[in-house]
């Protein structure tokens, strides 16, 4: 780690901390401060800001920056539920708050470091960084997920969820009651045009998103629904039902409108905060194997926090 000492002279004129140390610093991208700042990285005058601090004059700024990590993820010794595994391919149940591989800010504890200590014949198709993946669950979502291990299924396996020949179930706890049993929801998904984080079927241009849907069970102003995807964007079934007027409990992205206050029951509330996540489960993912050619179907049950959930809801409507 390198530390470097900075002074915003006396009399200069007010300035943003980011700003000022990405002037100062040179080279360093404005979104790598800011996550320099975030880590407590940066003290200003001894003590940690935040990003859009004003400073006046005659500040002393002190930035350490962390050793580059290596390039390629790391083998580590992750715990992983194993549903399947041959000389092709490996099938596991993801839990939630595991990110799929490494990124910005998630260098370690992903899916990709746990596969790699697991076996070391990942197909290299994805990268140094994506090594085996085909398909990604967002970090909250649990659930079912294939990778490969040689680079024929991975060919095989990205060809197939490329033309959409996937089954792909998901179970979802969404706000409301919706007025049908089942339907369809279709349209383009794209960056949502004020908030760059977020993704909209509002966007000027996107990718065409298929998701079926239909209501399982009904708890009053809870439901849980089954959803298929005909196509797999990002954040597909969270943008859908949101916009659908049905958001997903406990999605810190996606705005419920609301609902979450409207609940009149503290513990229902308590619940869902506990969550931490949106709740939402891969539940059957089904393809052909890449080698043998038959058709394999795997089907996990729900995590322990949505069971809990539905189990609570079922007996208030006893």
């Known amino acids: ?64 920056i962390p050793a580059p990590l290596p390039a390629e993820p790391q083998p580590e010794a992750i715990p992983l539920e194993v549903l399947y595994e041959d000389g092709d391919l490996i099938v596991i149940n993801k839990p939630a708050g595991m990110v799929v591989h490494p990124g910005a800010g998630n260098s370690s504890g992903t899916l990709v470091n746990a596969l790699l200590a697991h076996c070391s014949d990942l197909s290299g198709i994805g990268g140094e960084l994506r090594p085996g993946i085909v398909h990604r669950l967002d970090k909250d979502t649990s659930g079912v997920l294939v990778a490969a291990k040689s680079d024929r299924a991975h060919q095989s396996l990205s060809h197939q969820f490329s033309v959409h020949s996937v089954k792909r179930i998901y179970q979802a706890l969404v706000y409301g009651s919706p007025k049908e049993d089942g339907g369809k929801i279709e349209g383009i998904i794209g960056r949502h045009p004020t908030e760059r984080v977020r993704l909209s079927g509002k966007a000027k241009s996107g990718k065409h998103a298929v998701t079926r849907w ?44 609301g609902r979450f206050n409207n609940l009149a029951d503290p513990l229902l509330r308590k619940m869902i905060s506990a969550l931490g996540r949106q709740a939402l489960h891969a539940r059957t993912l089904g393809f052909i194997h890449p080698v043998t050619g038959e058709f394999m179907e795997f089907t996990t049950e729900l995590p322990e926090d949505m069971a809990a959930l539905i189990d609570y809801l079922r007996k208030d409507l006893d």
């Open 214 to 257: 239909r209501v399982k069970e009904r708890y009053g102003r809870v439901s849980l629904l089954e959803l298929r995807l005909e196509t797999g964007r990002t954040h597909q079934i969270r943008v859908h039902l949101s916009e659908a007027g049905h958001p997903l409990l406990g999605d810190p992205l996606y705005p419920d409108g």
């Open 1 to 64: 780690m390198s530390q470097t000492i900075l002074d915003f002279l006396p009399g200069a004129e007010p300035m943003r901390l980011d700003l000022f140390i990405c002037q100062e610093l040179g080279g360093e991208t404005r979104a790598t401060v800011q996550r320099l700042i975030g880590a407590g990285n940066v003290l200003v005058d001894g003590k940690t800001a935040r990003p859009s601090l004003k400073l006046k004059g005659g500040e002393r700024i002190q930035v350490e």
